[in-house]
């Protein structure tokens, strides 16, 4: 992949999953599982790719339903198939990879930052509504819904979908306590339900 021109921006140490860019590839990001990864006993990398875009698709309709564009986004994504030249992988999963547009992202540290600063009780409103229609069960991390450039925030990981329930205590550390204090009062109104 790196004589091809494409820049590593890393493996994702639980899924395994490789992320790069390609400079003909303006906007968009591609993730592929490498001809080394052993599906044993794991999701197959195709159905990984068709649980991410169905992801994607079941958020997007709820931002818009929300009219909630302003705040939140989340990427298109695109499953495209590979060349047979291209993988010598014997396994057929393998034959493809997933475009995702690039949500221009923060860096870890400042994306940290906004979220301990963030003020904003409909944000959290939004966001508590979008995770519970949607079974967003491990999403609620600031890696997995990081703010952007553009000041919106973006669901990046879309795979763990329509499972409940949702574990909302996984934003609690992001947060300052005051907004803790609303989240978790949130939470529990749904967790008493």
């Not at 495209?80 to 923060?106: A, N, Q, R, W």
């Not at 944000?123 to 000041?151: Q, R």
């Not at 205590?169 to 109104?189: F, I």
């Amino acid at each position: 992949m790196k004589i091809s021109g494409f820049t590593p921006l890393q493996e994702r140490e639980v899924t395994k999953i490789f992320v790069a860019k390609h400079p003909e590839l303006k906007g968009y990001v591609i993730k592929i599982y490498l001809d080394t990864y052993r599906t044993r006993g794991k999701e197959p990398p195709l159905i990984y790719y068709i649980t991410r875009a169905k992801g994607a698709a079941l958020i997007q309709t709820s931002i818009d339903s929300l009219e909630a564009s302003e705040t939140f986004k989340t990427p298109r994504k695109w499953i495209y198939p590979l060349p047979e030249h291209v993988s010598s992988s014997k396994d057929p999963t393998h034959h493809f990879l997933l475009i995702v547009e690039d949500m221009g992202i923060l860096p870890r540290k400042d994306n940290c930052q906004k979220w301990k600063c963030l003020r904003d009780h409909q944000t959290l409103d939004l966001l508590h509504t979008i995770v519970k229609e949607n079974g967003l069960h491990d999403s609620l991390t600031a890696p997995n819904i990081p703010f952007c450039h553009d000041g919106k925030i973006a669901f990046v990981d879309t795979a763990v979908n329509l499972r409940w329930p949702v574990r909302y205590s996984k934003l609690d550390k992001y947060l300052n306590p005051k907004m803790r204090a609303y989240w978790q009062k949130l939470s529990s109104r749904e967790n008493a339900k």
